[in-house]
């Protein structure tokens, strides 16, 4: 009889690591016919295949978004043809053009009225950072200021191929969700704010002129003289 | 609500309706509408299904497009011309090109005159053979004829693409000339493509022009008369649809026009119908007109060899230029006071212009008809709110 404690019995269920499967193993069970998956690659490979965007045209940027889903380029191809004329259908805002500031309200209103899990594409320099017409006085200079932005897509306009380029990056980004833990999309988590609070039209700017939750002035990093 | 209107075996239907005659339905269409073609608003007031009332709010894509070109140097508002009515980019660079060769006294050589003439007439097939289509989605044919459209402008793009270097924005003209000059593969490949038009605007036209739907659809709505047309300015196709003969390339004759045959389509009744068959026809014309235009292209400089680029300072001065746009009268006012900017620079939009008829053309329709008189009138909100 040994004085010794005997080790603590570990729980049958929940064993202390699971053996992990190699790719090549995977496919090899695929080959027979098996198929083994796990709830969140099931989750994430239906959320990315079946984008749905909202049929929401704001300028040039419009026509080639139009034309991407016309026969020669196909968005079809990639699961995101359905262009849903409400909100409440879509899954995708691609924010397609020049939002001036008597749009932007609207814009995010929009945004607040698509059901989660909702994605947004900024098309062009417009959308990104005002582009040609950041000089002028009625022109928002990024709608990042206002609602987050999961794909720029840089151009003026951009390729209908540059945005199923973008389209397949925001494909790759959902596959790269997890379903728990600091990966998982946004409002998986619990500090999503959930709604974002819409500008109002004012005298001067928009008020607030952004949103402090999303986006915050870059700062200037000037360099040291040698 | 009047208690009386209650009855003890439920809602007397009658005296409901006769309490609630006449009541008014305020509407807000846009300007996130799928129907408006961009982001436009109209205010619908409604009696029953009836328009009594319409009021347009503009603005949503105003892009301070005037104070901008007041602020760049006469060739830096060429590129910002491309996306005034993105969807003809050539022919508002040429209007832009005409207002300040104007100013400066500046001669065009012939052969850039011509290729002018060309991208001017590719752009109306462009932008009449997707206006078109977008009308019919309008209509309610979900995708067909918008496909077809789509189709055939990709073709025309491709042109523009691999003579500019970008699809839609072109950039192409210059003052004095334009910037490339077209090798002969690229003429072959436009007359290739002008052969093989007609070819599908029958294919179009079977599906669309005597199609019975179409026609009890759009045939005595919005309908405008050829006076109230004259007297708001109204230019472009939807003019000739009620039936006066204005053409500014027969009127004004500019570029190499002259030399052309073509004839100038007009509608009868000023309808929506009419409106789209001008339009299809005015497409028969460009094919006529880009066939006479590539067999007597002459050779010689694209550009005028004493044109000056850079350092571009017109006299002291005012310019109008216009040329007959796909969708009107598109025009540009400079005044000059002999520095590198413009001192007043302002756009007259066709669209913007056309649009201002549009309650006249509802009243009285229903609210389904408000949506394709819109896609009649053939606006794009660059241009409108600019």
């Known amino acids: ?226 | 609500m009047n208690p009386e209107l209650l009855t003890p075996g439920g809602a007397n239907v009658r005296a409901v309706h006769d309490a609630f005659h006449g009541d008014l339905l305020e509407v807000s269409m846009g300007p996130h509408h799928p129907s408006t073609h961009g982001v436009f608003r109209m205010i619908v007031t409604l009696d029953g299904e009836r328009i009594v009332k319409l009021k347009p709010v503009f603005g949503y894509l105003h892009r301070n497009h005037e104070k901008l070109g007041e602020t760049v140097s006469y060739l830096g508002s060429m590129p910002y011309t491309d996306r005034l009515d993105y969807l003809s980019a050539m022919t508002n660079n040429w209007a832009y090109a005409i207002a300040v060769e104007k100013l400066a006294g500046q001669p065009v050589p012939e052969r850039a005159e011509y290729v002018r003439v060309i991208l001017a007439e590719l752009t109306r097939l462009l932008n009449h053979t997707c206006l078109a289509g977008f009308l019919m989605q309008d209509c309610g044919c979900s995708g067909t004829p918008l496909m077809y459209a789509f189709r055939e402008r990709e073709k025309i793009l491709d042109l523009f693409e691999s003579l500019s270097g970008s699809r839609m924005m072109c950039n192409y003209q210059r003052f004095g000339g334009c910037r490339v000059d077209p090798t002969p593969a690229w003429v072959d490949a436009t007359r290739t493509l002008v052969g093989n038009y007609g070819a599908f605007l029958d294919e179009f036209e079977a599906l669309l022009t005597g199609n019975e739907i179409i026609m009890a659809r759009t045939q005595g709505v919005g309908v405008l008369s050829a006076a109230l047309a004259i007297n708001a300015g109204v230019t472009g196709p939807m003019l000739r649809a009620t039936g006066v003969a204005s053409d500014l390339r027969k009127s004004d004759a500019y570029g190499v026009y002259p030399r052309f045959q073509f004839r100038v389509p007009l509608g009868a009744h000023g309808d929506v119908y009419d409106r789209y068959m001008v339009r299809v026809l005015e497409m028969r014309e460009s094919i006529r007109i880009l066939e006479q235009a590539l067999a007597g292209l002459p050779g010689g400089p694209i550009m005028d060899p004493k044109a000056k680029l850079r350092g571009f300072r017109p006299k002291a001065g005012e310019a109008y230029g216009r040329i007959e746009g796909p969708k009107g009268e598109i025009g540009f006012y400079l005044v000059s006071d002999g520095g590198p900017n413009p001192l007043r620079y302002r756009v007259r939009p066709p669209s913007f212009i056309n649009l201002t008829v549009l309650e006249d053309m509802c009243l009285g329709q229903t609210v389904a008809d408000a949506v394709i008189i819109l896609g009649s009138v053939d606006i794009v909100l660059g241009e409108v709110d600019r």
Not at chain 1, 205 to 212: R, S, Y
């Open chain 1, 1 to 226: 009889m040994s004085d010794a404690p005997t080790p603590p019995p570990s729980p049958a269920h929940q064993p202390a690591s699971l053996p992990a499967i190699t790719d090549a193993e995977r496919a090899e069970l695929r080959r027979h016919g098996i198929l083994l998956t796990s709830l969140q690659e099931l989750y994430t490979w239906g959320n990315s295949h079946s984008v749905w965007p909202l049929n929401f045209g704001l300028a040039c940027c419009a026509i080639e978004m139009i034309a991407a889903s016309m026969a020669k380029f196909d968005i079809a191809r990639f699961g995101s043809e359905v262009f849903r004329p409400s909100p409440r259908q879509a899954d995708l805002l691609i924010v397609s053009g020049t939002v001036t500031k008597k749009m932007a309200p609207q814009v995010v209103r929009l945004w607040n009225q698509m059901p989660e899990p909702k994605y947004c594409i900024a098309m062009g320099a417009c959308a990104i950072s005002g582009g040609p017409f950041k000089q002028g006085y009625n022109v928002l200079k990024g709608i990042d200021r206002f609602i987050p932005v999961d794909i720029y897509i840089p151009g003026c306009p951009p390729r209908p191929e540059a945005l199923l380029h973008g389209l397949v990056q925001l494909q790759e980004k959902i596959k790269g969700f997890t379903i728990k833990g600091p990966d998982a999309p946004r409002h998986l988590q619990k500090a999503d704010a959930g709604e974002y609070p819409v500008p109002e039209f004012g005298a001067r700017d928009l008020e607030p002129p952004h949103n402090p939750a999303v986006w915050s002035a870059p700062t200037l990093v000037r360099a040291e003289k040698s």
